[in-house]
């Protein structure tokens, strides 16, 4: 069954530092998304993105945070200057129609440690 | 006040147990996921469902729309079953899930 990859599965950086988190939907999904779980915490939405444009996003999602389609596989998140409480685990999903249609597939997470 | 509530939020269950997990919201939607995350993080999609019931295995989904209510029910639950559920709904015109706490489920053998 295809499904959404996600590299790396754990990423360490430095406070300040520049980070790429990388995915790759499913190949024939129209529809992306980034969320967050911070440790022992819900998990919160952070960017859906479609038609190569951000088509929502939340509060968390300032202009720290961008997101990109570079190529026809790829989508990534990418945090400018890391902060401490940017500490989480990164996941990214994609559907195959808009959320209400379809079902959201998941990624298995990148963990994200800022030192 | 959350606007996705579920509850146990912890649930420890003998194998073979019928196990009911609630998921409560307050605010309109146009689906209701429920999901599982094993230890390690990994999120699957165990159902979508916006009306009536959904049965997959041994899991059974229902909801009720005009009371805002879920329920997840596993049938002759087993230690494999051991996770967090999680319910996340779908507001009206929105792709955003708003996800609630969790529950974590352990079967014990």
């Known amino acids: 069954e295809p499904e959404v990859t996600q590299t790396p599965s754990h990423q360490v950086t430095q406070m300040g530092q520049e980070v790429i988190l990388r995915c790759v939907p499913i190949?024939?999904?129209?529809?992306f998304y980034w969320y967050r779980q911070i440790l022992g915490q819900k998990v919160e939405f952070l960017v859906s993105?479609?038609?190569?444009?951000?088509?929502?996003k939340s509060e968390i999602f300032d202009d720290q945070f961008s997101v990109e389609r570079p190529d026809g596989s790829n989508f990534t998140l990418k945090i400018r200057s890391t902060k401490l409480e940017d500490s989480a685990m990164y996941f990214c999903?994609?559907?195959?129609?808009?959320?209400?249609?379809?079902?959201?597939?998941f990624g298995d997470g990148t963990r994200l440690s800022i030192l | 006040k959350n606007e996705v509530e579920q509850s146990p939020q912890n649930l420890t269950a003998q194998e073979g147990e019928f196990i009911t997990i609630n998921c409560s919201y307050s605010?309109?939607?146009?689906?209701l996921h429920w999901l599982q995350q094993h230890p390690g993080g990994g999120i699957v999609s165990l159902f979508m469902?916006?009306?009536g019931k959904k049965k997959h295995g041994r899991l059974i989904a229902t909801i009720n729309i005009q009371e805002k209510h879920s329920s997840l029910h596993i049938t002759a639950s087993h230690p494999r079953d051991s996770a967090v559920y999680i319910c996340?709904?779908?507001?009206?015109?929105?792709?955003?899930?708003?996800f609630g706490t969790g529950t974590l489920l352990a079967v014990q053998p």
């Open positions: 999903a994609s559907s195959e129609q808009g959320a209400s249609n379809q079902p959201q597939h």
């Open positions: 190949s024939n999904h129209l529809y």
């Open positions: 993105f479609y038609n190569n444009e951000i088509s929502e």
């Open positions: 605010v309109g939607i146009s689906a």
């Open positions: 469902l916006s009306s």
């Open positions: 996340a709904v779908l507001g009206g015109a929105t792709n955003k899930l708003i």
